[in-house]
């Protein structure tokens, strides 16, 4: 696989569409869209999921351009109940701020009605620094890359947009704790992933998503949006394009499970939710509709080219239904 080019544009102005290993230095859009475009059309998040046997919690900060949001949230597993469920809103450049890069140098806040996040990686070191702190939540990781397998970067172009970029960071050994009310778990053994994604968007956007990680193995996929250049599955340490991925599921009921497949048969896996996270925002000028089960995935991975197939059995980590009109 290629490593991620310097810039996600080309001399021209044209997306470096591909799935790459690594990470662009800093995803910026000026050579493809001038300054109204990117106000009214850019969009940024950076998400953080912690899974262990326990819990999964997890925050985004997103910049849609003209407005900001953030939610954060704790997903006990044993009670099978949200610990805590938070959502902010705000301006951008005042209450969120979003990194342009994936990697070393990346620092994405969020600051504002009440509550404090931060996701960074300081420049020369190999941990990204999580913390929350918000009503009754306290987030404190540390998130080690020394033994994860490669950041996997895909451009794509975007029907009504410009171009998209995303990165994905999987299999980060987390160390820390959480506390929702009173509550609390100590994260060693367990594992952080984390998106960062930065492009022109389409005014209306829809995608289903499924993401988890454990050591030694990990999957992102995506059906609508991106396509399939952000596809791929993580094995040891080797990044697996996955192709075109279908999603079958009860929109009317995302507790029943999820079937999730790939073309040519590469990948077919079963999620069961345990639990939900959901939300509907109508701001008249914007709306959106959104729904994260959190639950386990089994089934089969074939890497093709003669590679034996590899089990998937209770692997933890999260599915997505999601529509934006921004």
Not at 76 to 96: H, K, M, N, Q, Y
Not at 253 to 266: A, R, T, Y
Request: include cysteine; proline fraction near 6%; glycine fraction near 12%.
């Amino acid at each position: 696989m290629l490593s991620a080019p310097s810039a996600v544009v080309d001399e021209s102005g044209r997306p470096r569409v591909g799935t790459y290993a690594g990470w662009v230095p800093g995803v910026r859009w000026e050579a493809a869209a001038g300054r109204l475009r990117r106000t009214l059309q850019g969009k940024t998040w950076h998400y953080v999921g912690i899974s262990g046997p326990k819990l999964f919690a997890a925050f985004a900060i997103i910049d849609v351009g003209w407005a900001a949001s953030a939610f954060a949230y704790v997903f006990d597993r044993e009670r099978r109940v949200l610990a805590a469920d938070l959502s902010f809103t705000g301006l951008p450049g005042l209450s969120a701020r979003v990194a342009d890069r994936a990697g070393e140098g990346a620092t994405s806040t969020w600051r504002g009605s009440g509550a404090e996040l931060s996701l960074s990686r300081a420049p020369g070191t190999s941990a990204w620094h999580v913390r929350a702190h918000a009503r009754g939540l306290l987030i404190e990781a540390s998130l080690a890359t020394a033994a994860a397998p490669p950041t996997m970067c895909a451009i794509a172009e975007i029907v009504g947009g410009v171009g998209n970029c995303t990165h994905k960071t999987v299999g980060l050994a987390a160390s820390g704790r959480v506390v929702a009310g009173s509550s609390s778990w100590d994260l060693d053994g367990c594992t952080g992933m984390l998106d960062h994604t930065r492009g022109i968007l389409a005014r209306d956007t829809r995608w289903r998503w499924a993401m988890a990680a454990r050591p030694g193995l990990a999957f992102n996929l995506v059906e609508g949006f991106n396509g399939p250049v952000e596809n791929v599955a993580w094995l040891g340490q080797r990044i697996v394009p996955m192709g075109a991925a279908r999603f079958d599921f009860d929109a009317a009921d995302p507790m029943k499970p999820w079937h999730i497949s790939c073309e040519g048969g590469l990948l077919d896996l079963e999620f069961r939710p345990e639990g939900k996270r959901a939300e509907d925002r109508n701001l008249v000028i914007a709306a959106s509709r959104y729904v994260q089960p959190i639950g386990t995935f089994r089934g089969t991975i074939r890497p093709g080219a003669g590679a034996p197939p590899v089990d998937v059995s209770d692997l933890v980590g999260v599915t997505e239904d999601h529509e934006a009109r921004w």
